[in-house]
C-alpha cells in the first residue's frame, strides 16, 4: 500500500505541474456555481437540486479529462514498460493511479462547499438532502473515474481515450431514459435501470440511502479495476 500512495502522490504533482488540472477545476468550479445560481436567483428557487440534478452530465463531460492520460499518456511515450518492471504487483500501480484522481476529484467537491453556506444563509436547508447528495456524487464519480482508467489502459492516444470514456459514460447515462426504453422491450427494462449510473445516483442525491445503491457503484469500481488489471497483465504477458 506504501507504493501505491508513494505513486498517487507522484501522479498528483505531475498533474498539478501541467495547467490541466487548473483549467479543470476553473471549468467546474465555473460551471457549478453558475448552474446553483441560475437555479437560485433566476428560477427564484432556494435548493441544491439543481446544482447536484446537473452534476452527472458534467463529470461525463469533465471527468474523462483527468484519466484521459493515466495510461495513454505511458503508453506513447513508452514509460509504461519501465513502470511495470517495478518491484511492485500490478495492482498497487492501479490503485496508485486511481488514488491520485479521487484525491484530486475530492480536492475539488471541497471547493463546492460555499454552496452549502450559501444556501444556509439563503434559507432552510435539509442537511441530510445535502449529505446524501454528496455521498452520491462522491460514489458516481469515483465510478466514472474507475471507467476512465480502465479505457485509457486499452488505448494509445488520450484523446480517443476521452472520446471513448465520454460516449460510454453518456451511454451509461441515457440507458435507462425513455429516449431508450421506450425501444427495448419491457423485460428488459428493470435491466436497464439497474445498469444506468444515474438511477442510483438520483436515489442518493434525495437524500435516500440505499445500500444497494452504494454496492451498485462499489461493484462498479471494482469491476473497472479488475478490468484495468487484466488489460496490464495481458500487456506484461506480450
Not at 26 to 42: E, Q
Not at 84 to 101: C, Q
Not at 157 to 165: E, L
Not at 197 to 220: C, E, K, P, Y
Amino acid at each position: 500500500m506504501k507504493t501505491a500512495i508513494t505513486l498517487a502522490f507522484k501522479e498528483l504533482r505531475d498533474y498539478f505541474a501541467s495547467p490541466i488540472a487548473y483549467v479543470f477545476i476553473s471549468v467546474f468550479l465555473c460551471l457549478s456555481f453558475w448552474l446553483f445560481f441560475s437555479g437560485v436567483f433566476l428560477v427564484g428557487e432556494t435548493s441544491l437540486r439543481g446544482f447536484f440534478g446537473w452534476l452527472p452530465l458534467l463529470f461525463i463531460i469533465l471527468l474523462p479529462s483527468i484519466t484521459m492520460g493515466m495510461w495513454a499518456e505511458e503508453k506513447k511515450s513508452g514509460t509504461i514498460e519501465l513502470l511495470l518492471t517495478l518491484p511492485a504487483r500490478t495492482g498497487e500501480i492501479i490503485i496508485g493511479k486511481y488514488l491520485a484522481t479521487v484525491i484530486f476529484l475530492t480536492l475539488v467537491l471541497l471547493l463546492t462547499l460555499p454552496l452549502v453556506f450559501i444556501m444556509e444563509g439563503l434559507g432552510d436547508l435539509d442537511s441530510g438532502v445535502v449529505m446524501g447528495a454528496y455521498l452520491g456524487t462522491f460514489f458516481l464519480a469515483l465510478s466514472y473515474l474507475a471507467l476512465g482508467l480502465f479505457i485509457s489502459s486499452i488505448t494509445k492516444n488520450q484523446i480517443v481515450a476521452f472520446i471513448i470514456t465520454v460516449l460510454v459514460l453518456f451511454l451509461f447515462y441515457v440507458i435507462a431514459e425513455p429516449l431508450v426504453t421506450s425501444y427495448v422491450p419491457q423485460a428488459l427494462i428493470p435491466v436497464l435501470q439497474f445498469m444506468s449510473f444515474n438511477q442510483h445516483f438520483a436515489a442518493l442525491s434525495r437524500g435516500v440511502v440505499d445500500t444497494r445503491d452504494i454496492l451498485f457503484f462499489m461493484s462498479a469500481i471494482f469491476l473497472f479495476l479488475y478490468l484495468n488489471a487484466v488489460t496490464l497483465s495481458l500487456r506484461k504477458v506480450a
